[in-house]
């Protein structure tokens, strides 16, 4: 018969942080800030965080806060979608033009059907 030998687990590795730069952690602190203050697109938050007029990020630490902050894009496209019918009594495809248009709120046409769909 043969001994019986435990084998020890394997210690676990050792969890590494991530360096992540700073002004990609301001960059993501900004885009919180917007997401709470007004509802914004993948698109119209980047151009916020890059503007020259805006934040002046650069664009890698603009698309790091974009797709690191986890916002509901549909959410955001409905509130949007709210504002319009509520403040300027906009019909539905008028949203969703002011919706999806490069020089409105730049939110996909999936995000803006969404919205219109779900209006009250």
């Given at each position: ?58 664009s890698e630490a603009a ?58």
């Amino acid at each position: 018969m043969e001994p019986v030998v435990e084998e020890k687990e394997a210690a676990p590795a050792p969890v590494v942080e991530e360096k992540i730069p700073s002004d990609y952690k301001s960059a993501l602190k900004s885009a919180q800030n917007y997401d709470k203050l007004m509802p914004m697109s993948k698109v119209g938050l980047f151009d916020q965080l890059t503007s020259e007029y805006g934040d002046k990020f650069t664009s890698e630490a603009a698309q790091y806060a974009v797709g690191s902050l986890g916002a509901d894009w549909n959410a955001n496209a409905l509130k949007s979608a709210k504002n319009y019918q509520e403040m300027m009594a906009m019909s539905p495809e008028g949203i969703r033009d002011q919706l999806t248009s490069e020089y409105g709120d730049n939110y996909t046409a999936e995000e803006a059907d969404y919205a219109v769909q779900n209006l009250d």
